[in-house]
């Protein structure tokens, strides 16, 4: 099985619900539960790769605080070889206060932190041993975005790796230049849909695909929640694949990170892009129906069993 390095955004995820609007300065507001998880893109999608079983690395900066200790460990304790995780004292470990709606929908609370100094000529320096080369929380990544990261990605590429990219919400809100020059340097690019529009400017799925292609992307997959996912393995083939809508979400942290894992899962032993969607959109399914962005995720041989115990509408 090929091995995965996943580079760029971790967080300390403090998830409180339900939380369906904040309270007024001043009033305390009672909630039902509380936890702390690691979260952020890249740290998602190594955890949920090694629940699944899947030989992965992760390459992150955080903190030298209790924060960085968390993340460290906990990634350690899943199975992720840690040995991309930058230590820096001058950076906080980015934070997120993650507050989930009795629907299961969620909002936060950001800290950019150490995930904003991560410098793609670290990045550089854990890529030896890993087959596919994953970027995810593209956008967020202030030091690394752009034509840093596209120069990784070539690295990569000449180098015979397969290269991957899934984003973050901008709240800076300048979406296609912080990205635009790291483009050209991808295998298979992945946002979610509303992700997706904002780069883009279209809102019809194959016009999407069309804009992404033209800037160099050579495959894309646009994650369109719970209709599950649109599929672009060339200009000229494409399909979307349903995903487990009978199932009612505990907690949606996470949903787009564990389907990119579950992608990930699937080209790392050589499966077709249907067969992997359709266990991208499984494993996405697992993710939700427990609190935390990782909990939910079993080994891979649950998540095929589902797969043939539980249809499809």
Known sequence: MKKICCIGSV?????????????APGVLQRVSHSSVHVGGCASNAANDLARLGVPVRLCCKVGTDSFGDFVTE????????VSGIIREGSVSTTT???CVN???????LYNPGSTSALLAEEAENFLDGCDIIFVGGAMLLTAFDGAPCGRLFEKARQAGKFTVMDTAWDFEDKWLPKIKDALPGLDLFMPSYDEAVKLSGETDLDRIADFFFNCGVKQVIIKTGK??????PSREERFSLPTYR???????TGAGDSFCA?????????WDFERSGRFANAVGTHCIQAVGASDGIPPMADVLKFMEETPLE
């Open 96 to 98: 997120s206060v993650v």
């Open 11 to 23: 967080t300390t995820d403090i998830i409180l619900s339900p939380v369906d609007a904040l309270p």
């Open 227 to 232: 209709d599950g996912a649109y599929f672009a």
């Open 262 to 270: 579950g992608f990930l899962c699937g080209l790392a032993q050589g």
């Open 102 to 108: 009795s629907q299961g929908e969620r909002s936060f």
């Open 246 to 252: 009978s199932i009612k979400p505990v907690d949606t």
């Open 74 to 81: 906990t990634c350690k304790r899943t199975g992720v070889d």
